[in-house]
């Protein structure tokens, strides 16, 4: 970001509707203010200002965002280079700035103008990832957020049903789709009760076994209403009946979302090497190739991985005094990727199992020991994904053998502060 590159520098600080702008141009030391609306239009006139101000030039623009309507906004105008700013990184500058807290929208985007002009060299401009990665990536967090929600409707359909009709919860299990069907066909004990005998044996076959439908018809016949208040049971149908027909919706949703991610992630040219992965199934693959993306320049080695998904703890030192604690600024969905795959990889990765169980056996507790295994796992990917090649089980043993083939195998911990890490398979 040179100043022949860049014939002005510009602060944003967005907001919901008007965004405060600050610009200082090349050669100048007087800043420039103004407002800017959040629409299309009014940013599409303001950014073509600075085209026809500035030809065949570059703009640096800095703003609070990384994922948002503004820099999707901006984000296609070419002779603009945006620089993200963490968040905290701007507010602590602010109070190294105004130790007083004072604080306003004019004065945040002066700010953020004096930090990109000043430190510059500390941000990474944004270059987006390829659209079928940013497509994945996008697909992947919003199929989690309906897995998720679908689990808080769960959540209250079981709460509700404990209050007028929890036979149901003994009967079935609640993510079953027959119980949303049956509590549409018949929403309370009494009118489940009275449904004709051939009838409701008829609706259970078409979910269960001979078997289990001859079980559980002298149960519903012999069950006892929890309540008989009139005012919970009329209210409880209308609030399942809503909760039914959320979870049906979730479920499509989170079906067209599997179909979507599984042709996108099965044409990546990276599949290969994220499908070699103990433990990695058609949840897990899709969501490691987001985390990783295709631009291989992007972490300068396995430590900036590690540090930037929150796998790496953060160590303090002052005087004589050290400790290592939890890392909190860090993508969150990202962090619990690595996590949730970790523990998976014990289930299918001899060595990734053995580490686990020695990290357990050290009074680690069990999130503990998985931060620990991807910790050490995220090394090993991410010279696979470096190198485009898969991950291969064998020879990564056959590698940790190489020092004493002759002996057995046994665990080495290497102790960093208060983190105990995996070092190497060592007899």
Not at 162 to 176: G, R
Not at 254 to 272: F, N, T
Not at 394 to 408: D, E, G, H, T, V
Request: with cysteine.
């Amino acid at each position: 970001m040179t100043e022949d590159r860049v014939a002005a520098w510009l602060g944003i600080d967005w907001a919901d509707q008007k965004h405060r702008w600050a610009m200082r141009l090349n050669g100048e030391t007087r800043i420039h203010q103004g407002e800017l609306e959040h629409t299309p239009e009014a940013i599409e006139q303001f950014v073509s200002g600075l085209a026809q101000r500035f030809p065949g030039q570059h703009v640096a623009v800095a703003l609070e965002q990384s994922r948002g309507a503004l820099i999707y906004m901006l984000g296609k105008y070419a002779h603009l280079i945006l620089y993200p700013i963490h968040p905290n990184a701007l507010n602590h500058y602010r109070r190294s700035v105004y130790p007083s807290g004072a604080k306003s929208d004019p004065s945040d985007a002066a700010l953020i103008l004096d930090f990109l002009y000043t430190h510059g060299d500390r941000l990474r401009p944004f270059h987006p990832d390829t659209p079928e990665t940013r497509t994945l990536q996008l697909l992947v967090e919003a199929r989690r957020e309906a897995v998720d929600e679908k689990t808080r409707c769960l959540n209250r359909l079981t709460a509700q049903l404990k209050m007028f009709f929890p036979q149901v919860l003994h009967w079935f299990t609640a993510d079953s789709k027959i119980v949303g069907r049956l509590l549409q066909k018949w929403p309370t004990l009494d009118a489940l009760q009275r449904a004709p005998a051939r009838q409701l044996a008829s609706f259970l076959r078409e979910s269960l076994p001979e078997t289990r439908v001859a079980t559980l018809q002298p149960l519903i016949k012999e069950a006892i209403a929890a309540t008989n208040d009139r005012a919970v049971l009329d209210t409880s149908v209308l609030i399942v009946r809503r909760i039914v027909r959320q979870l049906e919706v979730l479920r499509e949703a989170i079906a067209e979302h599997d179909k979507a991610i599984s042709d996108l992630a099965q044409s990546h040219p990276d599949y290969a090497i994220f499908a070699s992965l103990p433990g990695a199934g058609a949840a897990m693959i899709p969501r490691l190739i987001a985390a990783f993306g295709t631009q291989r320049d992007r972490y300068a080695s396995a430590a900036a991985l590690q540090c930037y998904a929150g796998i790496a703890p953060v160590t303090e030192s002052s005087g004589k005094q050290k400790w290592v604690h939890w890392r909190q600024a860090c993508p969150k969905f990202l962090r619990q990727t690595f996590h949730e795959w970790a523990w998976l990889s014990t289930r299918k990765s001899e060595w990734a199992r053995a580490f686990y169980d020695q990290q357990r056996k050290c009074d680690k507790p069990h999130h503990g020991a998985v931060r620990a295994l991807a910790f050490k796992w995220l090394r090993i990917l991410f010279r696979c994904w470096k190198d485009r090649v898969p991950y291969d089980e064998a020879r990564y043993r056959s590698s940790l053998q190489k020092c004493s083939p002759s002996k057995p195998l046994k665990i080495q911990l290497k102790t960093v502060g208060d983190f105990t890490k995996f070092d190497a398979l060592v007899c």
